[in-house]
């Protein structure tokens, strides 16, 4: 059974009806037994970072993330999810996780596009990913598949080592993270057609070497 | 660098597609259940559902539509018309659906924008925006109208002020169709488009005339839009969502092009 960790009674439907199209048995829940238990999760993310990381905490949800993910069982984390497993984000100077050292940053507002003119924050809509290290998890993802973003902020992992994949708006900034056990994504693979329902399939058969 | 995005809108009227779609095999397809998927295996980047169900008994056989979708596409796709308050925000939402847009019941009350992103955060709300030209005032400084009733009301709102204050209080999207471009297929609105585009940071769709690639290469580089909704042009066939790519494509505007 794959648990994905619903923490704030957002729309986590995406995900799961994703993860059920590809023929795997999931449950969107927030009890801790069940996610202790569960074979593998994953940890979607819904709002700003500041309120995520208080729901998690209230429901107890922030240890029994660390667990799982020291238990050795893979761990997927999506979007805001993937921010709040660094050790701090920048949105509400909130503390996080710290699954992995390093902060989450905003855009800088001054980014600008090929021909000069300003880009526009959020980075919403289609994007390539340029793999860095190769991995189990995008072993179906091709130079020109690209995935679906909606974000302002972005993980900045202080090890180059767990950088996976990176994406290019005006800056380059970590789009897919990961080491050991866990593999995290900015973009939302649920929403991201072929290549991204392709990620998910690869991430519940994936049995990491650690 | 980020793509272009190429969105089909359907009319969805009591659960069917209005008119019905005829693709290149002559086939009327009415259920939008059927369309989203086969838009979104013809390469569509995103959809958008524009329900104009005129009772609101019936608004819930939209969200078996939406359910339906949700669990056929896995693309973002978004939902509008009779959207009033947050609760028909909260059901859109819940039944599958990554955005929801708000239009003429933004204009009269403007709180729901504020309320939905609050309440589900400012990705989730897109405000579309009825446009006509007119002459400039000290009213209407920009010469573009907001206007409801498919044009024919005229709200004494300047369309740049709204899409700015819109912005502020949440929206995080806007789509903008001109209503004087609407159904020509002479192209889209580029001056009303890159106006506000060019002064909002928030992403612009823009809406209303297309008729052949040619315009949608137009509003994605001189209407400096991020987006391009496209109706008739492909739902009776005379373009493919692949073709109008390749074309932008070629133009060297970026699209997606692997899906």
């Known amino acids: 059974m794959i648990a994905i960790i619903d923490y704030n009674a957002g729309n986590l439907t995406s995900v799961a009806r994703a993860v059920s199209h590809l023929g795997f048995q999931c449950l969107v829940t927030n009890d801790l037994e069940k ?57 509400n100077d909130t503390p996080c996780l710290g699954i992995f050292k390093g902060k989450t940053r905003a855009f800088p507002t001054d980014i600008r596009s090929e021909d000069g003119s300003p880009l526009k924050i959020p980075h919403m809509g289609w994007n390539r990913i340029h793999i860095r290290k190769a991995h189990p998890v995008l072993a179906d993802v091709g130079d020109a598949d690209e995935f679906y973003f909606v974000h302002g902020f972005f993980p900045a992992p202080e090890d180059a080592e767990h950088v996976i994949a990176e994406t290019d708006y005006d800056i380059h900034f970590a789009s897919v993270i990961g080491f050991e056990n866990i593999i995290a994504t900015q ?24 | 660098m980020l793509s272009k995005r190429i969105i089909p809108c359907l009319d969805v009227r009591e659960g069917r597609t209005t008119k019905g779609i005829k693709f290149k095999d002559n086939v009327d397809i009415g259920d939008p259940v059927e369309m ?9 980047d995103e959809i958008v559902f524009y329900d104009i169900t005129a009772s609101h008994e019936k608004r819930n056989i939209m969200i078996d539509v939406v359910r339906r979708v949700a669990e056929t596409i896995f693309i973002p796709f978004s939902v509008g018309g009779g959207i009033r308050t947050v609760e028909d925000m909260r059901a859109v939402l819940l039944a599958g659906a990554e955005k929801i847009s708000v239009n003429s019941a933004a204009v009269k009350n403007p709180g729901i924008i504020s309320e939905g992103a609050k309440a589900f955060g400012s990705q989730c709300v897109v405000l579309g925006m009825d446009v006509k030209q007119v002459e400039k005032s000290t009213k209407i400084p920009s010469g573009y109208e907001i206007v409801i009733n498919g044009g024919r009301t005229y709200m004494g709102i300047d369309a740049l002020e709204w899409a700015t204050e819109a912005q502020n209080i949440g929206a995080g999207e806007i789509c903008l169709n001109s209503i004087d471009a609407d159904g020509t297929r002479d192209g889209y609105e580029l001056t009303l488009t890159a106006l506000i585009s060019q002064n909002v940071d928030i992403p612009v769709i823009a809406s209303g005339g297309a008729g052949k690639p040619e315009h949608l290469a137009d509003v994605l580089r001189q209407g400096k839009a991020d987006a391009a909704l496209i109706a008739s042009m492909v739902h009776y066939g005379t373009y493919t969502v692949s073709e109008i790519k390749s074309h932008l494509e070629g133009e060297g505007i970026s699209v997606r092009s692997s899906w």
Not at chain 1, 199 to 204: D, Q
Request: hydrophobic share 40%; proline share 6%.
């Open chain 1, 35 to 91: 996610i202790r238990n569960a074979e593998r999760i994953i940890f979607p993310g819904v709002g700003a970072a500041g309120s995520a990381m208080e729901s998690l905490k209230q429901f107890g949800l922030d240890t029994a993330i660390r667990d799982v993910f020291e238990a050795g069982k893979p761990v997927l984390g999506i979007c805001v999810g993937t921010q709040i497993i660094m050790a701090h984000s920048d949105e």
């Open chain 1, 187 to 210: 973009f939302h693979p649920e929403k991201s057609g072929r290549p991204g329902l392709a990620l998910l399939k690869n991430f519940c058969e994936w049995e990491p070497a650690c």
């Open chain 2, 36 to 44: 989203a998927r086969m838009y979104y295996e013809a390469g569509a």
